[in-house]
């Protein structure tokens, strides 16, 4: 325990007259005086990193320690709370590993539709699941994954602080944004990527500072296990760890006392070799781009939105939101940006106690990485090569940024309790509107229980949202049931070339010359797509709960509506067998 004096206390020190002193006047100086005098008693310096790995997922005391990881418990323990979960793409990527899980068994009859392949840079999820999924309920083991991510993110950032000596309590003001709102949309491979991403930051700013090749075998494996999770994680790592590398490698050089041009050859020199490995993964995915661009084309690029994005003040207006603001009530987006303000009002403190001379000592903080994410944030769009909600992803890498680029304050215990009590209250929020998705959606999830194995399922869903989170999270409702019942599902990703799971040519269905993914009432159970996937999962408008099974069926049926069988009912969530309906001419 350091015996350095805090701050008040030197304000209220009264120092005793020596030999030379006048006389008691000149002896009480004020404390403005002794702030004027910080320089020579600075506050106490950080300790250095951690010597034992444990230590550096821990923050300066047991409480706090303790506080922390209960506040990302819940964050993750909240995964486990309703049957479905509140994510948009989610069950699209759990109904592909499920089936991927099942194509390992080589006489499984989906290796006529379906082929595998792993040269892919949007596939970490699936394999992790599948594999998972020998083990466990293929269910379960995605609820792992997810969770995996989440934790994984929170341990990396705090490692990462540990190891650019951070002020560690810092990290609770990341625990707003651990479910972030492109986690909450089911970019569940881009989760995994960033999470690993934060310790590839930290193999790289450990080779940029001290090299060794222990730091480049880490940084170049986890560089590929991140290529393969997700090329747009790769992208960002390799944006934000060549800012941190430059950063402190320019300041390692300038410890030397060389001159500017050698100290800027050698910062230039350090930096490319501890960015070098990650060069393996850079080249995983251009030659996968490579290889999916000659087989389509078309599927990178978007005719209506490529390219387009709101104006520069909506997009730092809804930063707060871009974090996290999934919940219908905002509550989430408010707690974001509470940790901004926190952050804010860190950055003033430090300013004014650099004023007065008392700003603790230690280890600058990196600031180029913030501005790297600042600006990408700013100027990539929302719709880019073909792939949707880009530039709101980047938010929560701005804010994991703006907390390592935190200084540090002479009094920090206020700021620590209330990061911490922020993480918290953001965890409980959490939790609690888990519970109320789950009452509201756990009768569709029994309603897909109740279906008839190994068939073939779509979803006419006529209210994607929820009263409690506002993300499209029964818009894929139909994958739930591939992986508890095996079968097949309608409008699924394995159409899309970047994933790991494809149809084999000539086998996917042919598409619907009206699709009703988004649009349930284009739905035709005539055409020839709806006769191929024959079970039918309704859910019908918010404020039917309580329609009548005619009214249901004339709204989704029409014409046919006496001939569909109907399956299961509770609530607005219906489940109909629509086999034996005659076909017409539309695919």
Not at 327 to 339: E, Q, R, S
Not at 500 to 505: I, Q, T, Y
């Amino acid at each position: 325990m350091s015996a350095t004096p805090s701050p008040d206390a030197l304000d209220r020190a009264e120092p005793e007259p020596d030999a030379g002193s006048i006389g008691p006047a000149d002896s009480r100086r004020s404390g403005l005086a002794l702030r004027a005098e910080g320089a020579q008693r600075p506050g106490p310096a950080p300790s250095g990193p951690p010597r034992r790995w444990i230590e550096y997922l821990a923050l300066e005391t047991r409480r706090a320690t303790a506080v922390y990881w209960g506040a990302v418990g819940l964050v993750a323990a909240a995964l486990f709370v309703p049957r479905l979960l509140p994510m948009a793409d989610y069950p699209q990527h759990l109904g592909m590993a499920a089936i991927a899980r099942r194509l390992t068994d080589s006489a499984s009859p989906l290796h006529a539709g379906f082929e595998l392949d792993y040269f892919t840079y949007n596939g970490l999820f699936h394999w992790l699941t599948a594999a998972l999924g020998r083990a466990l309920p293929v269910e379960l083991a995605g609820r792992l994954v997810v969770s995996l991510a989440i934790v994984g993110l929170a341990a990396g950032a705090l490692v990462l602080l540990r190891t650019l000596e951070r002020p560690p309590a810092y990290a609770a003001l990341l625990v707003p944004g651990l479910f972030s709102l492109a986690l909450s949309w089911g970019f569940v491979n881009h989760a995994l990527g960033v999470a690993l991403g934060t310790f590839a930051l930290v193999a790289v700013a450990r080779a940029a500072q001290r090299p060794s090749v222990a730091a480049f075998v880490i940084t170049a494996g986890l560089g590929l296990v991140i290529a393969f999770a997700h090329v747009l994680a790769m992208l960002l790592l390799c944006a934000l760890a060549t800012a941190l590398a430059l950063e402190l490698a320019w300041r390692t050089a300038g410890a030397t006392g060389a001159t500017a041009r050698r100290r800027a050859l050698g910062a230039l020199g350090r930096a490319a070799a501890a960015l070098a490995p990650l060069g393996a993964g850079a080249l995983h995915c251009v030659a996968v781009y490579r290889h999916q661009y000659r087989w389509d084309p078309g599927s990178y690029q978007d005719p209506v939105l490529e390219g387009t994005m709101p104006p520069l003040w909506k997009k730092l207006a809804l930063f707060p939101t871009n974090v996290n603001g999934v919940h219908a009530d905002f509550t989430d987006a408010v707690l974001a940006g509470g940790a901004v303000a926190l952050l804010v009002a860190i950055a003033w403190r430090a300013r004014r106690d650099r004023r007065a001379g008392i700003a603790p000592a230690g280890s600058r903080a990196p600031v180029l990485p913030l501005l790297v994410a600042g600006a990408l944030y700013f100027a990539v769009p929302t719709v880019w090569i073909g792939t949707h909600v880009i530039y709101p992803r980047l938010a929560q890498l701005v804010l994991l940024t703006a907390i390592v680029a935190a200084p540090r304050v002479a009094s920090p215990a206020r700021f620590e309790r209330l990061a911490l009590a922020l993480a918290v209250v953001a965890g409980v929020n959490l939790c609690a509107h888990a519970w109320a998705f789950a009452r509201e959606t756990d009768a569709a999830s029994r309603v897909v229980d109740r279906l008839p194995p190994g068939r073939n399922v779509t979803a006419v869903v006529h209210d994607t949202g929820t009263f409690s989170f506002r993300t499209h999270s029964l818009l894929h409702l139909a994958a739930y049931y591939v992986a508890r019942n095996e079968g097949e599902y309608a409008f699924n990703f394995a159409r899309y070339a970047s994933l790991p799971l494809g149809f084999r040519a000539g086998s996917q269905p042919a598409w619907p010359l009206r699709g009703w993914e988004f649009a349930p009432l284009d739905y035709d159970p005539r055409c020839g797509y709806a006769r191929y996937y024959d079970v039918v999962l309704v859910v019908a408008p918010v404020g039917q709960e309580d329609a009548s099974e005619a009214a249901i069926r004339r709204l989704v049926f029409r014409e046919d509506a006496e001939r569909p069988r109907l399956l299961a009912r509770e609530g607005r969530f219906w489940g109909f067998d629509t086999a034996g309906l005659p076909a017409n001419a539309n695919p």
